[in-house]
């Protein structure tokens, strides 16, 4: 039974036995912040079991991507050495809010792995949690499974916390395959949750999980309001055990992406086959982490994502794969599994160009790591060390992402050993650390009291699209996360209306600001966002009286302001038409923030963009904005929407009727956002930045409209003053400061041509100052002053009178200090320049190196010269010696 089939007969299963076929959430959580990643199918609907927002529909089942890769799901260091266990899997699962419990979900289990998949009853085997008696009672009496294969476990093993650190949780009950004695322990008793010798003949294929209580902060358990059913089963698991295979990566959904990168090899997935399978599971895990828009970064989630990665291209060079290869074996993951999730298809050209433009990174990285290595290895060499101390290891694992396996074969080859327990303890320490320090997403925690006031008096009614003023009443005011009743002078907080104009955040759009009348009072609101789905929060401080909940108010909207903001949103909706005509197909947004005075969009983008194509850019901006086209909106079914071309932001959940904002022939853009009536009432448009934020993806910063117009003439005054000053007018600005920079470098050359003839030529006679190191000439001194280019010219002209000799010469300069070592060809095989400038460059905080006849370093400690001259001899004999 192939993968495809195991799910959809999942879902139909369940769609006959009236449950809702939902959508697979984002990896990304919506609405959860204390998840790094969707580590499990009920992640989405959480909030259906606690009552904290109305539930649409009492049953559910989903085929749902999951990751555990970070946070407190991690399964990434068990990849690859066990026969189960992956990062990124599809967790098939049926889920009740409030409607059926343990008989419903536990008959079914049995009915639809006996009838329907056709697993051999006798193999199965069950567990519950230690005193549930209820479900050891439906097992034995109604399902019919014998008493000695229904095992009692403990809380570590069957009951099941929340996903998070609050949430649903309860008892759960699994069901095993017994996969027969040649993949067990050998132990008479072995039965499910055996620990013996990673015994493997047992496998957990199907959880059911009876969330009835509701984990708080404070770790207490009330009775949930709607206690119900949340079960998983891991598709890839299922798949091995119906397909006879002895791994998940035997599977049809996995094995083809092993088979795609062993014709990139020469080694054969027999005889290593763990770098495969871990290549396979990372190449499945990066494709969905990109396509729900997850970008390669140092910290939270795009860490991750560049840690696995790196993990993937370390465990491609144990077969061979030294050049980048990932973005090659990501299009297997496409074409396997892009029927059922399209969004691997939409975006399958950043996926490969993401992947590809981090691998090359990651070749730099590990050059950079060699360098060090290599550094490390002479200082042992000197001291005598032969064992590579942990903590080093850890640091170029931790900060260059250099591999400890690939180090310790570098240091094996230089002939030393690593210290691995070192290394180990290091890493240790550095997960406690994560750990403690991960309180979820960076995204604030949600007050309980707004699904409260969202279940009480439901979606507030926004009319802003239409107007920007209106009646309302207020139906709820929340200060400091606890509803009250009023507002008196000065107070701060949240007033919710029945309906309202303003526009709550969303989609990189910020909220509205405004004001709020009353006959007993008004407020000044500075922001307006929706800390649940439409219902919307607008944060007052009353400037007058008091307000309070049943006041009929009048809500204005600042439209200067609203103006302004519409003008910079339908602008980015033309830039990334413009990006998409000038730079190619593949840019796609990533991120964006649209304000009154400014907007910033981000996009994929794999290189810098020159000066002249982001003039082009902007060309072509104010080209769409000239044409005056009009700005029609729509609510459309999505599908119709997409099928007519419509883009939609990478990895986000619509509805099933979507609102399609189209600027003529221009633009087809899902938007939710507020927008100007006609292209023209923009105005002008102009860029003000443009960057990198990460690897694959750029920033355009730009301006719109009256805030262009001030851009343009600051800009204007700047360049007028600057003229002035320096005697010529704006046209000739260029000109004269060429002229200008050309006269500085000439004096430049001259007072440093000045320098060296006073450093060497004065009356100081350095020859005096040269002494005899082990039959060597010396000469170490100091001459302030001079940069790198200037000792280097004084090192010339003192080779004029020492043909034969070492020279080391330090300067301080601009809080600097610079050394040059020059050694003359005739004693470089006795004593090298790069070998000394090693030796002295740190007492003066810094590095270098060089030839053998000529090296330099700089460093940040200038006063420490005196210390470094008077040294010299001594390093230079230990090196002779």
């Known amino acids: 039974m192939k993968s495809d089939d195991i799910r959809s007969s999942y879902l139909e299963f369940f769609r006959q036995r009236g449950h809702v076929v939902e959508r697979s959430d984002k990896i990304v959580p919506s609405n959860d912040p204390t998840l790094l990643f969707t580590s499990a199918g009920m992640v989405q609907f959480k909030p259906f079991y606690t009552g904290e927002v109305p539930v649409p529909y009492r049953r559910a089942t989903t085929s749902q991507k999951c990751l555990r890769a970070g946070g407190k799901a991690n399964d990434l260091d068990e990849v690859g050495k066990t026969a189960r266990h992956l990062t990124f899997f599809e967790m098939l699962g049926n889920f009740s809010f409030g409607d059926y419990f343990k008989r419903e979900t536990i008959q079914w289990g049995w009915e639809y792995s006996t009838e329907v998949i056709k697993l051999p009853k ?26 000695a294969k229904i095992i009692r476990l403990g809380a570590k093993d069957n009951f099941w916390g929340p996903a998070g650190d609050t949430g ?66 891991g598709l ?76 993937a291209a370390r465990f491609g060079r144990e077969i061979g794969l030294e050049k980048p290869f990932l973005h090659q ?76 396996d690939l180090a310790t074969d570098i240091a094996e080859d230089n002939g030393y050993t690593v210290d691995r327990e070192g290394f180990e303890s290091a890493m240790r320490r550095q997960r406690e650390q ?31 699209y239409d107007t920007t003023q209106g009646s309302a009443t207020i139906k709820a005011i929340v200060k400091k996360g606890q509803r009250v009743d009023s507002l008196s002078l000065d107070e701060e907080g949240e007033i919710i209306l029945d309906t309202t104009p303003f526009y709550a955040e969303s989609g990189g759009q910020i909220g509205d600001t405004g004001f709020l009348d009353s006959v007993n009072g008004g407020a000044h609101i500075s922001t307006t966002k929706a800390p649940v789905s439409k219902l919307i929060c607008h944060y007052a401080r009353v400037t007058k009286g008091s307000l309070k909940v049943g006041d009929s108010v009048d809500a204005q909207v600042d439209t200067t302001a609203r103006s302004a903001t519409m003008n910079h949103h339908t602008a980015t909706h033309l830039l990334q038409a413009a990006l998409q005509d ?47 086209t009009p700005v029609t909106i729509r609510q459309m079914a999505l599908t119709e929407a997409k099928a007519a071309g419509a883009m939609a932001l990478f990895g986000e959940k619509y509805a099933d009727v979507v609102r399609v904002v189209t600027v003529g022939d221009i633009s087809m853009e899902l938007c939710g956002g507020t927008h100007v009536p006609n292209s023209g009432t923009i105005g002008y448009f102009k860029i003000t930045s443009e960057s990198s934020i990460s690897a694959g993806v750029r920033r355009i910063e730009a ?166 001259i008077e040294k010299t001899p001594d390093v230079v004999k230990a090196l002779i010696g």
Request: hydrophobic share 35%; aromatic share 6%.
């Open 582 to 628: 000038i730079l190619g197909d593949h840019v796609h947004q990533a991120g964006s923030l649209v304000t009154p005075e400014r907007l910033r969009f981000d996009f994929t983008h794999f290189e810098s963009i020159g000066a002249a194509r982001l003039l082009d850019i902007e060309r072509m901006v104010n080209q769409f904005i000239r044409t005056a």
């Open 329 to 404: 074996v990501v299009q297997t993951v496409v074409d396997k599994m892009g029927h059922q999730y399209p969004e691997l298809i939409e975006s399958q050209t950043r996926i490969a160009k993401i992947i590809l433009t981090e691998e090359e990174r990651f070749q730099s990285t590990l050059a950079r790591g060699m360098e060090i290595l290599s550094t490390t290895f002479d200082r042992m060499k000197k001291s005598g060390d032969k064992t590579v101390p942990g903590e080093e290891l850890f640091k170029l694992h931790d900060t260059y992402g250099f591999p400890l």
């Open 168 to 233: 649903a949780c309860g008892p759960c009950s699994e069901m095993y395959i017994d996969r027969g004695e040649s993949f067990g322990c050998g132990a008479a008793d072995c039965a499910p949750g055996c620990e013996n010798n990673n015994c493997g003949r047992f496998m957990e294929y199907w959880n059911h999980v009876f969330p009835q209580f509701d984990q708080q902060p404070d770790g207490s358990r009330p009775q949930l309001k709607n206690r119900g059913v949340d079960t998983g089963m």
């Open 434 to 464: 994560a750990r403690s320090a991960w309180t979820g997403s960076g995204e604030e925690s949600l007050s309980p009291v707004y699904r409260v006031l969202h279940t009480e008096l439901g979606d507030t009614k926004f009319t802003g």
């Open 236 to 311: 890839e698991r299922l798949a091995a055990l119906l397909q006879d295979k002895e791994t998940v990566f035997d599977t049809d959904g996995i094995f083809p992406i092993i088979e795609a990168t062993q014709a990139l090899s020469k080694v054969p997935y027999g005889k290593n086959p763990v770098p495969y399978r871990v290549i396979a599971d990372h190449a499945r895990a990066l494709s969905f982490m990109i396509a729900d828009g997850v970008l390669p970064s140092n910290e939270g989630r795009g860490y991750v994502q560049r840690r696995l990665l790196r993990r």
């Open 703 to 868: 301006v719109c409209g009256e805030t262009a117009v001030d851009t343009l003439q600051a800009r204007e005054r700047s360049l007028q003053g600057t003229a002035q000053l320096l005697a010529t007018t704006p046209d000739q600005l260029e000109t004269r400061v060429q002229a200008l920079l050309e006269e500085n470098k000439r004096l430049q050359r001259e007072l440093a041509k000045w320098k060296q003839q006073a450093a060497v030529g004065g009356q100081t006679d350095f020859m005096q100052q040269v002494k005899q190191v082990d039959g060597l000439q010396l000469l170490a001194v100091q001459m302030d002053g001079l940069d790198a280019e200037g000792l280097r010219g004084a090192m010339d002209k003192l080779r004029e009178k020492l043909p034969s000799g070492v020279l080391v010469l330090g300067s301080a300069n601009e809080g600097k200090a610079s050394l040059c070592v020059g050694v003359s060809k005739d004693l470089t095989a006795k004593v090298k320049a790069g070998d000394i400038v090693k030796q002295l460059a740190p007492i003066v905080g810094g590095g270098g190196g060089g030839q053998p006849h000529l090296a330099q370093a700089g460093g940040k400690q200038p006063e420490k010269l005196p210390e470094l």
């Open 122 to 147: 006798d193999k199965i085997w069950v567990t519950v949690f230690e005193n549930d008696d209820e479900a050891f009672s439906i097992w034995e009496k109604e399902v019919g499974v014998p008493a």
